[in-house]
């Protein structure tokens, strides 16, 4: 079961550090926000090894040996965090950035997204799942250029940073050619965020583009796991009975390649595919399984026996008819759990509300469970210290890279995202990490660094990234429309695919 964060012992709030040094007073923590660095000098800091002291927060470590300290100080070199701790002296030459009134926390991870439709943001609000196919798939995607992928790839990353999302696994099934392929990896690699690219294709079949020489050369580029930018395959189930992309698992094998796919398969194989998998002894530890909603209870203990992890989308997996994200199956066999956004045609991409909506679907699962046998359910079994820990240490563990990120521990890779708590609405806390949870939003994020190097200071950019990925979405948004017409896209938010009142038989 996916470990917990240790709980804060002391509801006291950042003011309230003792015994402390005269930095406490008012006037000098004044002084101090009036010296703080400029954004230049913060991103600078990251290539001249220059170190960067966040002080004065209440620090969320997701670090079970030090847990929650209501007031602290972490010290960042380089790439890597040095140390955390309720108190840290200034090194020589270090860039202080006044921390108080912020929630200081690992970069969260977004382990789930289809991140070529975020130019297509909330054109299918309404779409049931078939809608999706049919539309997204089957009359959008056919016309995407490769700098179309870059500009949706280049938007989905860097505004992922302004929202405290410090990783990002995107699903690139618009790698329709070796140049979208390229497109979607180079705008990951130019937004600044850590991203685990996913090779795949929603237009053919894994065996026809997985062992392909362009799928070799991008491994031979991103195979490193160490890199910021890495590489795996997402292979899907083709309801073929002769199971023809058993070719693609062999390759990713051969090559240690990390695999992704869709568990449960939108209801078309979801009682199959994991069981082939198993038969053909294709589930090995590390594969990341999305959608494990509506399979058959043997699946979880598959998945478990063999090391696999699986991505909760709670939000799509509700409003798609998927099957309902409980995730009882899948702590009852200690799986590890992530969590993704999955598609921005459809849905607000944001963190802190799909740590609140998996909360709350579980919860409304086990109280409508205890409801029907005649009696309240006393207590909430999922708690916010779990959504938290999926949300940064088990993306960390799904990426294989626990030794690296998920946590604030000196040593690891300086991941962080700061959130902002001295908002009106947004005091008083007693809590850190469940003022984060049930709390928190995007808007309130204040500070973020990848690698060490700052990309988000007192809650704007550190550069002009995200205002050229705007303009380049825009630029891709009127092509699209020139292309499909508007016409046939008004006809696609409002005309569903299937008729109300003809279910579909899969």
């Known amino acids: 079961m996916v470990a917990s964060p240790a709980r804060s012992k002391s509801l006291s709030t950042p003011e309230r550090r003792m015994p402390m040094s005269a930095r406490t007073s008012a006037a000098v923590t004044e002084s101090a926000r009036r010296d703080q660095p400029d954004a230049a000098a ?25 847990g929650e300290l209501p007031t602290g100080d972490v010290l960042v070199r380089g790439n890597r965090i040095e140390a955390v701790a309720p108190e840290i002296p200034t090194p020589p030459d270090a860039l202080v950035v006044d921390t108080t009134g912020q929630i200081v926390l690992p970069g969260l991870v977004d382990m789930h997204r289809h991140t070529w439709e975020t130019v297509l943001r909330g054109v299918g609000g309404d779409w049931s799942l078939l809608d999706y196919f049919n ?27 302004d929202a405290g999302i410090t990783g990002l696994s995107d699903w690139a099934d618009a790698s329709f050619t070796p140049d979208h392929a390229e497109a979607a990896a180079q705008a990951l690699e130019d937004s600044g965020i850590r991203a685990r690219f996913l090779y795949s294709n929603v237009y053919g079949p894994a065996q026809s583009w997985a062992t392909t020489t362009h799928v070799e050369k991008m491994w031979a580029r991103l195979g490193d796991p160490d890199g910021r930018v890495s590489m795996g395959l997402g292979i899907d189930s083709t309801r073929d009975p002769a199971f023809p992309e058993q070719a693609a698992w062999h390759f990713a094998r051969e090559h240690g390649i990390p695999v992704t796919t869709h568990g449960g398969l939108f209801g078309w194989d979801n009682q199959h595919w994991i069981r082939k998998l198993a038969d053909h002894n294709l589930l090995w530890p590390g594969t990341s399984y999305i959608h494990m909603v509506a399979v058959p209870d043997e699946f979880f203990g598959l ?20 099957g309902y994200p409980t995730l009882d199956p899948v702590r009852s066999h200690g799986i590890s759990i992530s969590m993704g956004t999955d598609v921005d045609v ?21 109280h409508q469970r205890a409801h029907r046998a005649g009696h309240l359910q006393p207590y909430n079994v999922l708690r916010h210290s779990d959504v938290l820990g999926y949300a940064t240490a088990g993306a960390a563990r799904a990426l294989g890279m626990s030794d690296r990120i998920g946590s604030l521990t000196a040593g690891k890779r300086a991941d962080i995202s700061t959130v902002r708590i001295d908002d009106r609405a947004l005091s008083p806390r007693f809590n850190a990490a469940a003022h984060l949870v049930f709390q928190g939003t995007r808007h309130d994020v204040d500070t973020v660094l990848v690698d060490g190097r700052t990309v988000k200071y007192r809650g704007s950019p550190s550069d002009r990234r995200l205002e050229r990925a705007v303009a380049l979405a825009a630029e891709s948004r009127e092509y699209l429309i020139s292309k499909i017409g508007e016409q046939a896209i008004r006809n696609s938010i409002n005309e569903p695919f299937a008729p109300e009142g003809e279910p579909v038989q899969f």
Do not use: C, K
């Open 346 to 366: 459809r849905y607000r991409l944001d963190m802190f509300e799909l740590m609140r909506i998996t909360l709350a679907a579980n919860s409304a699962y086990d």
């Open 135 to 161: 539309q997204a798939v089957g009359l959008f995607g056919q016309h995407f250029r490769p700098e179309d992928v870059y500009a949706a790839n280049f938007l989905a990353a860097t505004e992922s940073l």
């Open 42 to 66: 913060l991103v600078a800091a990251a290539d001249d090894a220059r170190p960067i002291l966040l002080r004065g927060g209440a620090v969320v470590t997701l670090d079970p040996a030090v």
């Open 303 to 322: 998945v478990a026996d063999s090391g696999g992890n699986i991505i909760m989308n709670s939000l799509s997996n509700m409003n798609s008819g998927q």
